[in-house]
């Protein structure tokens, strides 16, 4: 049945497609670029159609492209992943995950004991770099945990939680504020459309005129610095409820208004298609689902598994 398949054809141009760089291919497998460029060109004559687009100094996949590799990716992932649980493990899986360092620092490492204790073997790597990540692209990294507004139809997910921002600071800050205009302190986002205007909704929604009276406003580039300054009595923090957490639990961050919240995006777990099987990473997806049940912030969306 598969006697036709040009196989060292497909691995060539699923190699090119995920690199979109025939050099880069040539590279990951061993061979030159004119080979890689010979192997292309002898599958698209036997498909009968154009792979790529050849542009000066690039390459771009065409429509048909695309398509043979969203599914040659998938399938070559999962011989990989059925061959790699076929291998006697030497010293234990490992698993690649990459997030946000508020993230990572606020809200998944306080944790992560308990997913070690549970899965000794299992060596996880963390990726706190702010660049976001092309799982089709890059197949180093396992899954992303990522805070966004978007939908990803072409991944596999699993959706967390949905986050809201309150007012937070130390028990000193948040008594006096009742008499006192606070400093209020602020993140600088990267992408402002999840921040944008946090403050003035926040007092919109409080009945408060803190802003009227332009009051001392300290802003910060992530989220663990904004929440280090209102433990310290700086001032009054616009916070996440997730990543204040731990804050809260152990009594270095009280509520002002705790009724009072501002609604965010979610957060949700990602990986390509076929990859959640693979054991380390379905380990993962079934600790992080009960860690996030047992915080009691469950998602507004629907909290199940998802793929395209």
């Given amino acids: ?27 990951e497998l061993s061979v030159t670029p004119t080979a890689i460029s010979h192997q292309i060109r002898s599958l698209e004559s036997w498909l009968g159609i154009a792979l790529f687009e050849r542009l000066p100094r690039q390459v771009r996949l065409t429509d048909g492209g695309e398509r043979l590799f969203q599914s040659l990716h998938g399938a070559l992932l999962e011989v990989a992943q059925s061959v790699d649980t076929l291998r006697p493990q030497r010293s234990g899986a490992s698993l690649t995950l990459s997030t946000t360092a508020a993230f990572a620092a606020l809200w998944l490492v306080p944790r992560l004991g308990r997913f070690y204790a549970r899965h000794p073997t299992i060596s996880l790597r963390l990726d706190t770099h702010c660049e976001v990540i092309d799982l089709h692209q890059d197949a180093s990294v396992d899954l992303v945990l990522r805070y966004s507004l978007d939908d990803y139809p ?155």
Avoid at 8 to 19: G, Q
Avoid at 215 to 221: K, L, M, Q
Avoid at 247 to 270: I, R
Wanted: aromatic fraction near 10%; proline fraction near 6%; include cysteine.
């Fill in 154 to 308: 072409n991944l596999y997910g699993l959706c967390l939680f949905d986050e809201s921002f309150g007012v937070y600071g130390s028990p000193e800050q948040v008594a006096s504020a009742a008499s006192r205009v606070p400093t209020l302190i602020s993140v600088r986002w990267h992408n402002s459309k999840l921040y944008a205007h946090g403050w003035e909704a926040w007092c919109a929604k409080s009945d408060e005129t803190w802003l009227a009276g332009r009051p001392a406003v300290r802003e910060y580039d992530e989220e663990h610095y904004a929440l280090q300054a209102a433990i310290a009595g700086q001032g009054l923090v616009l916070a996440s409820n997730i990543l204040v957490s731990e804050s809260v639990a152990s009594g270095l961050l009280v509520p002002y208004k705790g009724e009072v919240q501002v609604e965010g995006a979610g957060y949700a777990a990602l990986c390509v298609p076929g990859r959640e099987r693979h054991p380390p990473v379905r380990a993962f997806f079934a600790w992080l689902q009960e860690e996030a049940a047992a915080s009691g912030l469950l998602p507004r969306s629907k909290a199940q598994p998802t793929s395209p």
């Fill in 1 to 27: 049945m598969f006697a036709s398949l040009p196989l060292t054809a497909l691995r060539a141009f699923e190699s090119a497609s995920r690199l979109l760089s025939f050099k880069a291919a040539a590279e």
